[in-house]
């Protein structure tokens, strides 16, 4: 995770929510940034948080876009740079490479296309599922792609799911998948139903994924969402054995265009195959972000 500086603000405008936006409060994305860091920690996450580098780096924050990483059996994790399409946000790997260094991990660049990461991935079923359409192009798939080991599932997307996790939330928890067809190709949507089965799949509208019904972020049987997903999918999902807990997130998320899945680039990786520099914990970063209180 990234938390937005003291200067954040709206630059790329690149998706739906944005583009019509007003200016955001700074103080305020940073006090919902801490808000969910904490409560991915209360749930025995640990957040490796890389401070703002520079005032310029507004995407930063959504750092499902900072890269991806894949676990090796006897070696240390990969960490698959991003290439972005939007052009204020392609220095941003030049701050997450030097972290996942720090951290033990072995750097690499798919070198192709256009890829934008964790946005792109999910997992689910013992499958890795791989998205192009929205951003991601199919050469940056295909580049990305062999870097993944076992199962993987190609999956077509179009706007406005500009990611592949606006179209696609899986909760392993209760052996489920939120999907949304509207926004899936129809070849690409058969392939789910074959391999997962249509009974794990729950439908969601396109008008339900622009409030987020996708966007929510896991965390065993708890889904962090932001409080404006619709109230038919939090009891949706709650009816299956989850608990939905709702965040505020008008800056990041409601402005931002951005919400707490965006935040964050998923790792799970055994206990000893990084390390973390106490710079980069939780708690060195609150420091700064409370200092504003």
Not at 165 to 185: G, H, K, S, Y
Request: with cysteine; glycine share 10%; aromatic share 6%.
């Amino acid at each position: 995770m990234s938390p937005p500086g003291r200067g954040w603000a709206l630059r790329g405008r690149s998706n739906f929510r944005s583009r019509e936006a007003p200016q955001v409060d700074a103080r305020q994305a940073r006090r919902e940034w801490l808000a969910l860091a904490r409560e991915i920690e209360a749930r025995g996450g640990t957040v490796v948080a890389l401070p703002s580098p520079s005032e310029l780096l507004t995407g930063m924050p959504y750092a499902a876009e900072c890269g991806q990483v894949i676990p090796r059996e006897g070696a240390p994790p990969l960490f698959l740079l991003p290439r972005m399409m939007s052009a204020h946000r392609q220095a941003e790997r030049e701050y997450w490479a030097p972290l996942a260094r720090s951290l033990g991990m072995e750097v690499v660049d798919p070198g192709v296309g256009i890829w934008e990461a964790h946005g792109d991935v999910a997992t689910f079923d013992g499958a890795t599922l791989l998205f192009w359409g929205g951003r991601t192009t199919l050469d940056g798939l295909e580049a990305a792609a062999r870097y993944f080991p076992g199962e993987v599932v190609r999956v077509q997307v179009r706007e406005p799911a500009f990611h592949g996790n606006m179209a696609v939330l899986p909760l392993p928890a209760v052996d489920r998948m939120l999907v949304c067809p509207e926004v899936i190709a129809p070849d690409s949507y058969a392939r789910l139903r074959e391999r997962f089965g249509e009974h794990r799949l729950l439908v969601v509208t396109e008008d339900e994924i622009k409030r987020y019904a996708t966007n929510g972020l896991p965390v065993g049987r708890d889904l962090l969402a932001p409080s404006v997903v619709p109230e038919a999918v939090r009891a949706r999902v709650e009816a299956l054995g989850m608990r939905v807990v709702p965040l505020t997130m008008r800056e990041l998320c409601e402005k931002g265009g951005g919400s707490s899945r965006c935040l964050v680039s998923r790792a799970e990786v055994g206990a000893g195959a990084v390390r973390i520099p106490d710079a980069y914990r939780l708690a060195a970063v609150a420091k700064d972000i409370e200092a504003d209180a």
